[in-house]
């Protein structure tokens, strides 16, 4: 059976940074592109970033561009997020999702979905 794991969300002041991960089981991980997906209180989840199997192309929504960075070790079957300058904006429940080859936006194309972790922004 298939499972997504986050780990590393937590409250983090406005300004700075954190790193979430998510470790994979039972998928043939270099096969599946990764995502990140957020969703805030009363929000609709949105996209935040992908990456590919290969590790060699990355997707970025366009409020988290230059502040956040995806990247996995296929090693250790474990996709990050590295959040840099975080904002109370970005408070929301992180989720990590696979799909299978290319990497998209497209929340209905991610087969498999973690549980999420949250990430708390505030002062």
């Known amino acids: 059976q298939v499972q997504l794991v986050e780990s590393g969300g937590g409250l983090v002041e406005p300004g700075g940074s954190l790193r979430l991960s998510c470790a994979a089981s039972?998928?043939?991980?270099?096969?599946?592109?990764m995502g990140w997906f957020r969703q805030a209180p009363g929000k609709e989840r949105e996209f935040v970033a992908a990456i590919s199997g290969s590790g060699d192309r990355t997707l970025y929504a366009e409020p988290v561009t230059c502040r956040f960075t995806v990247s996995r070790d296929n090693a250790k079957r474990t996709v990050f997020l590295t959040f840099g300058t975080l904002q109370p904006e970005d408070t929301a429940a992180y989720h990590c999702a696979a799909k299978f080859l290319s990497p998209s936006r497209t929340e209905n194309e991610y087969k498999y979905w973690g549980q999420g972790t949250q990430v708390t922004v505030s002062s």
């Open positions: 039972a998928l043939s991980f270099s096969t599946y592109a």
